[in-house]
């Protein structure tokens, strides 16, 4: 029987027999979405994935009511994912992965064996998920059924070819990983000036052949994995963009740790493996674009422990929101959330803030640079949009659209809560963990391995429950504020640049109101759980 669980308060887990009806319904839930079907028309994300499908929706919407929704198509004979004649591409792999021995000994084949069988066999295009081209390739060699590693890689080189669990994938550029790797390609699975962007798509059949080693080219499998050599993705000067100035802009002067553009981020494109992303704190970057009277879509820059300074080039309008970074004028201090005035060569400098993390600095008509995939957001697991900020860059603004509004300040923070508390809601796969209430329990700290991908969560280890232990989950949608458990018993609290999928269980999602507070988590700071 078709059955659903809850993503936090913003998704729906629907869990089904196989592939092929997950595939059926979201092409059901597609075509009522694409009809305007009332019930539907709050949903923003639709995802397949192994045996579930994950629908997202805004927070406050009647989860109960949506599944009903999807239910009700779910063995709708009239739902056929197929889209038309199968074709079937080739891809060329150097099968020198760090992991291959390791997947010998694991399937007890050779390392010669898992090639043959890796290419021996056509693998099918299922389902996109965890980073921007990546899909997951079903109905390869069974023997090949591998779990995934007890600790995933901080970092996986672009194209390395992976095995987990029934799939084989490519990951299409460099992001944290727990694959087993067994070789490399040298194909672009991803290019967004590429129409399609994705090499592969649903439905295509893919087969692998060993490349031609190349002169000198080592054949030992136990080779290191290979450094990874980051992509530009955008221009760096607006003369390069190609956007005048006419509207002003600002300078550069000096970034501090890191500085990034960010807006409300690429909601529905889950199902290519591209998240939201987007502003990390959320209500922050709102409100910095209400007090200018700015669209709320309007690209700022997020600020990282302060250290921003920007010159500008044009009388303009700005305000600082989010971690209450200490401001100057030149030499002169401004108050925080108000709207001040820059005028031509002036520099607004901030200091790092007292507590807190991101801050956000916005401008009347927002930081006009080319959007990629309809944002101007930069998504740092996806590579997508514009890359971190460098001193000297120039930032173009854009048109005023609105009136400004009457307000000059918003009401100050009353300081740091003296206790930094998340409501959590039980995840979808409570149960695999041995203990839920240690997760409230548990004063957890925030460790200094954490990023807008996620947070890591150090204190007392969740132990797997005996009924799963050993057991693997097959990947599955993830929202952000999912705290998901990898096998060291270590949770990680997903932000806003998480994957969209993952193959660890989520034990708890922090309810959407509280992930703009997770976003303020700095390393160090102490942090409670309780159930909502």
Do not use: K
Not at 166 to 180: D, L, M
Not at 194 to 211: E, M, S, T
């Amino acid at each position: 029987m078709t059955a659903w669980r809850r993503l936090g308060d913003t998704g729906v887990l629907v869990e089904l027999a196989g592939l092929d009806e997950v595939l059926a319904l979201d092409a059901a839930v597609r075509a009522e979405m694409s009809r305007g079907s009332t019930g539907l028309a709050v949903v923003m994300d639709v995802l397949p994935a192994a045996r579930t499908l994950a629908v997202t929706v805004p927070a406050g919407t009647d989860l109960g009511r949506v599944a009903d929704e999807i239910l009700a198509l779910a063995g709708d004979p009239g739902a056929d994912a197929a889209t038309g004649e199968v074709d079937e591409v080739e891809i060329a792999v150097h099968y020198d992965g760090p992991d291959l021995d390791e997947i010998a000994s694991l399937t007890g084949l050779s390392a010669a064996e898992v090639v043959e069988a890796h290419t021996g066999t056509p693998w099918r295009v299922a389902f996109g998920g965890f980073a921007p081209g990546f899909f997951y390739l079903v109905d390869g060699d069974p023997r090949l059924t591998v779990p995934r590693r007890s600790e995933p890689r901080t970092a996986v080189p672009p194209g390395s070819v992976g095995l987990a669990g029934e799939f084989s994938g490519i990951y299409p550029r460099a992001s944290p990983g727990g694959w087993q790797l067994l070789g490399h390609v040298d194909e672009a699975l991803w290019d967004v000036d590429r129409d399609p962007p994705a090499l592969l798509r649903p439905g295509q059949h893919v087969r692998f052949a060993a490349a031609p080693a190349a002169p000198g080219e080592a054949s030992d499998s136990a080779a290191e994995i290979r450094p990874v050599t980051p992509s530009r993705s955008a221009t760096r000067s607006s003369a390069d963009q190609g956007i005048s100035h006419d509207r002003g802009s600002l300078t550069v002067l000096a970034t501090g740790p890191r500085a990034l553009l960010q807006d409300q981020g690429r909601p529905g494109l889950a199902h290519l493996g591209v998240g939201r992303s987007g502003a990390a704190d959320r209500a922050a970057h709102a409100l910095g674009q209400r007090l200018l009277g700015n669209e709320l879509d309007c690209a700022a820059v997020e600020v990282t422990l302060g250290g921003l300074a920007v010159r500008a080039e044009a009388d303009c309008l700005v305000t600082v929101t989010g971690a209450p970074a200490p401001a100057h004028i030149d030499d002169r201090p401004v108050g925080h959330a108000a709207v001040l005035r820059l005028v031509t060569g002036q520099v607004l400098r901030l200091g790092a803030p007292a507590y807190g993390l991101r801050s956000y600095l916005s401008v009347r008509g927002g930081i006009d640079v080319p959007p990629v995939l309809g944002s101007r957001s930069t998504d740092t697991l996806a590579g997508l949009g514009p890359d971190p900020l460098e001193d000297g860059e120039v930032l173009p603004i854009g048109d005023a659209a609105r009136a400004l509004p009457t307000t000059e300040q918003a009401p100050l923070p009353g300081g740091p809560p003296a206790r930094i508390v998340l409501r959590v809601v039980p995840g979808p796969r409570v149960d695999w963990i041995a203990d839920r209430e240690v997760l409230v329990a548990t004063p957890w700290e925030v460790s200094a391995r954490s990023d807008r991908i996620g947070a890591r969560l150090v204190g007392e280890t969740l132990v797997r429950h005996p009924d799963h232990e050993g057991e693997e989950l097959l990947s599955e949608g993830v929202v952000r504020g999912s705290i998901q458990v990898p096998p060291g018993g270590e949770p990680v609290l997903f932000l806003a640049d998480h994957p969209v999928t993952g193959g660890y269980p989520v034990a708890a999602v922090v309810v959407d109101e509280d992930v703009d507070l997770a976003a303020q988590l700095r390393p160090g700071d102490q942090v409670h759980l309780t159930w909502r």
